[in-house]
């Protein structure tokens, strides 16, 4: 398992442990989490396959850009242990 997904299981035991508003907020976060990765990831295979199939070019700027974003995704206040 991955640093993001160690660090949520921690976070997830903890919203079960509490009451049903802790838990509520969890899962509204945690449905916004990962709806927030997984455009990004839909947006790196897009510009990995637009480079590896379709001859574009992956410039250093887009793909800083989309590094950036991935990195943020562990400074959420789950990935600072929040």
Same mark, same amino acid.
């Given at each position: 398992?991955? &640093?993001?997904?160690?660090?949520? @299981?921690?976070? /997830? ?6 009451? *049903?508003? +802790?838990? !509520? ?16 990831? &839909?947006?790196?295979?897009?510009? @990995?396959?637009? /480079? ?6 992956? *410039?250093? +700027?887009? !793909? ?19």
């Amino acid at each position: 398992m991955d &640093e993001l997904g160690l660090k949520t @299981l921690a976070q /997830a035991t903890k919203a079960i442990d509490g009451d *049903d508003v +802790a838990y !509520a907020s969890w899962l509204a976060f945690i449905d916004d989490l990962t709806a927030t990765r997984d455009a990004l990831v &839909e947006e790196i295979k897009q510009a @990995l396959n637009d /480079a590896v199939f379709g001859g574009k070019k992956l *410039d250093g +700027a887009q !793909a800083q850009q989309l590094l950036d974003r991935a990195e943020q995704l562990l400074g959420h206040p789950i990935g600072n242990g929040g």
